[in-house]
């Protein structure tokens, strides 16, 4: 069985659930951007995303999530700083400052218990960070934005990746290779993968869209080299350069006419 037998379509009442779910998530997100301010700790940000999860009737996705090698994901929230491009768990504490960027990822399962999964985030300034700064997240979002105007039944993974690649590179920055987004619904990561670089139309990853197929498209930028490492504690992924990092990301699913992002 090839991966592409893999990728599942999702049912109209699956959607609907996916949906309901991808909108209290967004509400949760709302909520955690209003918290971030200097002196913030990323403990507190996870204990208000674990309570509101739980208010909204959802169950977090990532807490506990394996990350191979016998590595547990401690935390509900992903909560990665300047150079952290992603997997920076929130849990010890850390003290955000002035002038630090912030990603917030969060995935939830709604309802709690036998429920379907949505996945989103966005980066954002603690308090007034710099133009470079502020220009690489609104070029990342961009960077989204532009993603998931390509996406429709009939079009491609490459057209997805070309577009974030296309951007990035014209403003000069990196778009990292060795994470991608993915599908998302029945679980947390599903197939396929969702590349933010051109793999080529001829690429065996290079899958058609279909009606139906609920996607979490995820640009992760850096303002310098594309590569990155991963950081002593095995989980969080950072720029090899030192280089400041942008991440947006929202789950959408395919329609005839374009998509649909769920996660609003």
């Known amino acids: 069985m090839t ?9 109209k009442e699956e959607i609907d659930i996916l949906r309901v779910g991808g909108h209290k998530l967004a509400l949760v997100l709302k909520a955690l951007v209003a918290a971030v301010k200097p002196g913030v700790s990323t ?8 309570k509101l999860i739980e208010e909204a009737g959802g169950r977090p996705s990532f807490k506990d999530y394996p990350m191979g090698g016998k590595v ?3 935390s509900a929230l992903c909560a990665s700083i300047n150079d952290e491009v992603v997997h920076g768990p929130a ?23 036998n429920g379907l999964y949505t996945d989103m985030c966005a980066t954002v300034p603690v308090g007034k960070a710099s133009k470079e700064a502020i220009k690489l997240m609104k ?3 961009d960077c989204l934005t532009a993603a998931i105007k390509k996406v429709k039944a009939g079009a491609t993974l490459n057209d997805i990746g070309c577009a974030v690649q296309y951007l990035a590179e014209k403003h000069g920055y990196g778009v990292v290779r060795d994470l991608v987004g993915h599908g998302v619904g029945y679980k947390a990561h599903e197939e396929p993968n969702v590349f933010n670089y051109e793999i080529g139309d001829n690429s065996y990853d290079n899958l058609v869209l279909k009606s139906g197929m609920v996607l979490a498209i995820e640009p992760m930028i850096n303002m310098g080299t594309w590569k990155v490492r991963t ?3 095995r989980m969080t992924v950072v720029t090899a350069d030192g280089s400041l990092s942008a991440h947006f990301e929202n ?3 395919v329609t005839d006419k374009g998509c649909e992002v769920l996660t609003i």
């Open 231 to 233: 950081a002593p504690n």
């Open 251 to 253: 789950t959408i699913v």
């Open 72 to 74: 547990y994901f401690p």
């Open 3 to 11: 991966y592409k037998n893999m990728v599942t379509i999702k049912t």
């Open 91 to 113: 849990v010890p504490g850390r003290i955000l400052k002035a002038g630090d960027i912030i990603d917030l990822d969060i995935g939830m399962e709604y309802p709690a218990q």
């Open 139 to 141: 070029v990342s979002r």
């Open 43 to 50: 403990a507190d940000l996870e204990d208000l995303t674990v």
